[in-house]
């Protein structure tokens, strides 16, 4: 559930600042299908990745995270 709630926010920010998934993926130097699974929920990203999405989306880890969780991420 924790990976699903993860991937929509991804898969929202994304789409809001104009990227499609391959050319995300392509940014983050990971494969299509690795970020499709992480999007549809089926893969937990590290926090490593999260950091990584964030920096590419110009949005901070708070921003990111679903809002149950805002208050264990530490920039």
Known sequence: MEAEKWGRRIRAFRKLKGFTQ???AKELGVSVSILGEVERGNRMPDVTFM???ARMLKI????LAPPEERNQINN
Do not use: P
């Open 22 to 24: 391959e050319s995300f």
């Open 60 to 63: 901070s880890m708070e921003e």
């Open 51 to 53: 950091k990584q999405v």
